[in-house]
């Protein structure tokens, strides 16, 4: 029973650290490079990094989680709250890794395909985060408690919480890239809530197989 504990747990964190890593490309070769701030804690690093070049978004993200880690170990629980912990730590350890050693670049300078490809990247990492019950950290871990204590589903949750993040970035980098910031961020609280639906509708079926052929 312990070993299949253990195999569960290092399943989850395997899982938690695809996603970070799909986020994290996401934002170094998309966002990052175009000056989209799609919402979340990282867009509000980019927009911080603007003013303070000499702190990397990857910095910037680590240090606004810790601020809210003891939010989420309070209201969320442990599981959630160790859980992105790690995540966190990870995309700031991969984030830097991208920007300082792989010297991350813009794939595409096209707004509108930096947005769509970007945000199609984001949100699936997200989403394969958010199904275990985790989080890469930020203003998603204030989604997840608005989820938890209102009806507002997590999708709409991120939407909600974000629509600042956008703000903030359409005073920064112009109106113009604050219009591409609010499309990523209405994409992907709508791609979230999707891949959500779809790896729980596949893991219900899966529960559903299991407890027939324990019947037999």
Not at 4 to 18: G, P, Q, R, S
Not at 109 to 125: F, H, K, Q, R, S
């Amino acid at each position: 029973m312990e070993n299949n504990n253990l195999i569960n747990v290092i399943k989850e964190y395997a899982i938690i650290t695809l996603g970070v890593i799909i986020v994290s490309f996401g934002i170094q070769y998309f966002y990052a490079p175009n000056q989209i701030a799609g919402g979340g804690l990282s867009g509000m690093a980019l927009v911080i990094s603007h003013y303070i070049p000499s702190l990397s978004v990857g910095t910037i993200i680590f240090i606004g989680n810790i601020i809210l880690f003891t939010i989420s170990f309070i209201l969320v629980g442990g599981d959630f709250g160790f859980k992105t912990i790690y995540a966190s730590v990870m995309m700031s350890v991969v984030m830097d890794f991208m920007e300082k050693v792989l010297h991350s670049y813009a794939i595409t300078e096209n707004m509108l395909l930096a947005v769509v490809c970007g945000t199609m990247i984001c949100g699936t990492g997200l989403a394969i985060a958010f199904s275990i019950n985790a989080s890469t950290g930020g203003t998603d871990i204030l989604a997840k408690i608005l989820n938890k204590y209102s009806t507002f589903n997590i999708g709409i949750s991120l939407l909600l919480v974000d629509l600042f993040v956008v703000l903030c970035g359409g005073l920064t980098f112009g109106i113009g890239k604050g219009i591409y910031s609010l499309i990523a961020v209405i994409i992907n609280g709508v791609l979230i809530d999707s891949i959500i639906a779809k790896i729980e509708k596949k893991r219900d079926s899966k529960q559903e197989i299991f407890k027939v052929q324990n019947a037999q």
